[in-house]
């Protein structure tokens, strides 16, 4: 059985904390995309210094590109963006393993 859907390209930034991979990924999804780039950001606010973060992330991004902020489920909400992109930035793996982790942990201690 064929899959109908286009294959793409996947491609992994790795880096240390604050080691520039968010830069690359998004000098990267323009080189490629132009202002056809879907941005997913998978961070929360949960403190100054995130929303600090989260603010200069959004400073840096170009204003052509469109933003899907979720921070679980990235899968669906993808599949279900009103008008698909030929490129999907994901930023940041790590923070979405930590958000589901969270849900995890919360689901497990309540009684």
Not at 11 to 17: A, K
């Amino acid at each position: 059985m064929s899959d109908s859907k286009p294959k793409g390209t996947l491609t992994l930034i790795l880096g240390g904390v604050r080691s520039g991979k968010s830069r690359f990924g998004q000098e990267l999804a323009h080189h490629i995309g132009r202002d056809n780039v879907l941005f997913v950001a998978t961070a929360e606010a949960r403190d100054d210094e995130m929303t600090t973060r989260i603010n200069k992330h959004k400073q840096a991004r170009p204003k052509a590109w469109r933003t899907l902020e979720q921070t679980q489920h990235i899968g669906q909400a993808i599949d279900a963006y009103d008008s698909p992109q030929p490129v999907v930035l994901l930023d940041c793996l790590t923070l979405l393993v930590s958000n589901i982790l969270f849900e995890i942990e919360s689901d497990l201690s309540s009684p």
